[in-house]
């Protein structure tokens, strides 16, 4: 299916565990990011890439690691999950820096016990 | 630092009213996106503001963007139960497309 989709959409997993969420995206588009959505606090930065093999730190990168090997493919891993890793994951793309914004996801919600 | 701040942070209103929601941004940036998230849902692609003066309508919503002022609003016209949602404003922090959300402002409308 085109569009931008996630994997697992729920995951529910233990403290220490390692974990990697997948976002695959289907246009091609340059750059990606990794949100998570906590209750208030909107929205936050983990990780995003400009291109394959460019990626950089958002807010709240500790935790977390990226890559981006192929253009279309996104992986975030919580490498020793933590419980305050509990929250829900968007992936988002965009075109450029074009100004058109960024698309998301439908989110994975992540439970850390 | 890019902070965003939206008010308000909750709002219920009657059906037919008009409100707005305010956002208001702490650096210079001609870049700000209203998106819309229902619950459980990912959030939706609303408005794309993209110079001072910008103004955008969709049905009952209207968007503006004042970048002196760094402030962008969000006008509802005449309510209906669908809008009920939240609703959230984010900004372009640099020409590599980053964006800074604000808080969200969750929007009931109430028969």
């Known amino acids: 299916d085109a569009g931008i989709t996630q994997s697992p959409r729920y995951k529910i997993t233990e403290t220490g565990r390692q974990v990697t969420l997948m976002c695959h995206q289907t246009?091609?588009?340059?750059?990606m990011f990794w949100y998570r959505q906590d209750l208030g606090h909107g929205l936050r930065l983990i990780y995003y890439?400009?291109?394959?093999?460019?990626?950089d730190k958002g807010e709240v990168p500790d935790g977390y690691v990226v890559s981006r090997s192929k253009t279309e493919n996104f992986p975030l891993t919580l490498e020793s999950a933590t419980r305050s890793q509990t929250s829900v994951y968007f992936c988002?793309?965009?075109?450029?820096?074009?100004?058109?914004?960024?698309?998301f996801g439908p989110g994975t919600r992540l439970t850390v016990t | 630092e890019l902070k965003v701040e939206q008010n308000p942070l909750f709002l219920s209103m009657q059906e037919g009213k008009n409100y707005t929601i305010y956002c208001n941004y702490s650096?210079?940036?001609?870049?700000l996106y209203w998106y819309r998230q229902d619950p459980g849902k990912s959030l939706e692609s609303l408005f794309v503001?993209?110079?001072?003066?910008a103004v955008k309508q969709e049905g009952r919503l209207m968007a503006s963007l004042d970048t002196k002022a760094r402030l962008s609003t969000l006008h509802i016209t005449a309510a209906v139960h669908d809008l009920s949602a939240t609703y959230f404003c984010?900004?372009?922090?640099?020409?590599?497309?980053?964006?800074?959300f604000g808080e969200g402002t969750q929007l009931t409308v109430n028969p």
């Open positions: 988002a793309s965009s075109v450029s820096a074009s100004g058109r914004g960024q698309y």
């Open positions: 246009w091609s588009h340059s750059y």
């Open positions: 890439s400009a291109a394959a093999d460019i990626t």
């Open positions: 650096t210079t940036s001609d870049r």
């Open positions: 503001l993209l110079s001072n003066g």
């Open positions: 984010a900004v372009d922090r640099s020409s590599g497309s980053r964006l800074t």
